[in-house]
């Protein structure tokens, strides 16, 4: 049967006599009568975006206005969140390495204070490894979450290989969107890029700049 992953109630418990350097004695009894609630709330504190958060905010309407637009931001969350989580994944096995090797060392070592030494830097890596166990289980969270929203919104509608095919309809109705929310007590900063970037795209889709070269020459021929 595999080891619990990311238990910290014992290496609290074992951290707990040592917490008398720094703290008063009665404040080392209440974290050891806490120390079943603190593990509790270690293992359940909020590490990154709920599927609510990810519903209203990552993939807020007035930025994502479509199911095109909607669909492509959950690639590019999920790629991130996969990255990262193979990262951590070479990370967590250098760690598991690094701890072999203390208890080596630990075992070797003669000089009683660099065996005290090796023995907090032993205990550090456990914990570590503890925090990237978590850290892991909430990136595949997040993995598999964003895997339900994508087939959520890919309903066959929209061009699910190329990222581009989408983006001209989709910023255009995003800066619509921006345009009417600017007020005359809008910056000119403000004003100059949203107007700037919706007149440029209107352009840019009224001369078919994005079109394949054979649908450009019907439009210049009409021209």
């Not at 905010?57 to 969140?81: G, I």
């Amino acid at each position: 049967m595999d080891k619990e992953k990311r238990n910290i109630q014992t290496l609290a418990t074992t951290q707990s006599k040592y917490l008398s350097g720094i703290l008063d004695v009665e404040d080392v009894k209440e974290f050891k009568s806490l120390i079943p609630e603190l593990k509790d709330t270690w293992k359940k504190k909020q590490m990154f975006r709920t599927e609510t958060e990810m519903r209203f905010s990552v993939l807020s309407d007035n930025k994502y206005p479509n199911r095109a637009s909607k669909y492509w931001q959950c690639v590019r969350e999920q790629n991130t969140h996969f990255e990262n989580l193979m990262h951590l994944s070479f990370d967590a096995r250098k760690n598991d390495v690094e701890i072999e090797k203390l208890k080596v060392k630990i075992k070797d070592e003669t000089n009683k204070l660099d065996k005290q030494l090796l023995q907090i830097e032993l205990e550090e890596k456990i914990y570590s490894k503890a925090g990237m166990e978590l850290v892991a289980k909430h990136r595949m969270r997040e993995v598999a979450t964003w895997s339900k929203l994508k087939k959520e919104f890919h309903n066959g509608s929209f061009d699910d290989q190329d990222v581009n095919t989408h983006q001209a309809e989709s910023y255009k109705i995003r800066l619509e969107h921006q345009k009417a929310t600017l007020t005359p007590g809008s910056s000119q900063p403000e004003v100059f890029n949203v107007l700037g970037q919706l007149d440029t795209l209107n352009r840019v889709m009224k001369d078919g700049e994005l079109l394949p070269k054979h649908e450009k020459k019907k439009i210049t021929k009409r021209k």
